[in-house]
């Protein structure tokens, strides 16, 4: 059973840059897509953006555009999301969420889009 | 811009029925939104519930069910328990890889 292990909680200046790991424990997922997902205190879910297995194809939703990049290492298997430029509103816990295919892009005949498994979370805390 | 609509609170009594639905402001939703549903308790990681409109994840009880009503996803529970007592959220498919989430749905059961 593959379990999303992420890097640990990080306090950030505003201005500066975070980044935040995920890795599979007990397999690899170098074939399937990650998305990052991120919840600020007290607030919903955000889906800020993902990066598809096989081609490392990435997508980011519009608000993120130019401040966040997300990466990957193919062995081991090791995503990272990188943000820049923090701001306060910027603090929450960040997951990263396995698809159960090689990508979050979902057709009438692919259906393995889905987000089936969840890191840990990595708190980050923006505050000067 | 576009924004996915939950009520934001629901109460239901146990071994009642309840629909949560997830609406989007620019529009029906359809199954071609790939509709999925998660369900969060405080300090937990969300667990997928139902993915693709209707389809339960593994291991999900079959007193989840997902369908479109109206306009709009639905999430129903039926027999609900106690400990179904969560948060719930849906996510919609918008397009050119990027997916959106509702504001999401505290659900009470008492």
């Known amino acids: 059973q593959v379990q999303l292990v992420q890097s640990g909680a990080e306090v950030k200046n505003p201005g500066s840059s975070v980044k935040v790991s995920c890795k599979a424990s007990?397999?690899?997922?170098?074939?399937?897509?990650i998305s990052w997902v991120r919840q600020a205190p007290g607030q919903g879910l955000e889906w800020m953006g993902g990066?598809?297995?096989?081609?490392?194809?990435?997508n980011y939703a519009q608000k993120f555009q130019g401040r966040l990049t997300i990466t990957a290492d193919g062995f081991p298997s090791t995503v990272y999301m990188e943000l820049s430029s923090l701001r306060s509103e910027d603090s929450a816990v960040y997951y990263c969420?396995?698809?159960?295919?090689?990508?979050?892009?979902?057709?009438?005949?692919?259906?393995?889009?889905?987000?089936?498994?969840w890191g840990t979370g990595t708190t980050v805390t923006v505050s000067s | 811009q576009t924004v996915v609509t939950q009520e934001p609170s629901f109460s239901v009594s146990p071994g009642g029925t309840v629909t949560l639905t997830c609406g989007l402001s620019?529009?029906?939703?359809?199954?071609?939104?790939?509709p999925s549903w998660f369900q969060q308790t405080p300090g937990q990681a969300p667990r997928t519930l139902i993915y693709?409109?209707?389809t339960r994840s593994s291991g999900v009880p079959d007193r989840f069910s997902g369908s479109i009503v109206g306009n709009k996803a639905a999430l129903t529970i039926t027999g609900a328990q106690a400990d179904d007592e969560s948060d719930y959220y849906c996510?919609?498919?918008?397009?050119?890889?990027?997916?959106?989430f509702g504001g999401g749905t505290k659900l009470s059961v008492l």
């Open positions: 969420a396995r698809s159960l295919g090689y990508s979050y892009v979902p057709s009438p005949n692919y259906h393995d889009y889905y987000m089936d498994a």
């Open positions: 007990g397999g690899t997922f170098s074939t399937n897509a």
């Open positions: 990066i598809t297995g096989m081609f490392g194809t990435t």
């Open positions: 620019s529009g029906p939703v359809s199954t071609n939104s790939y």
């Open positions: 693709s409109t209707n």
């Open positions: 996510v919609l498919y918008m397009g050119s890889g990027i997916w959106l």
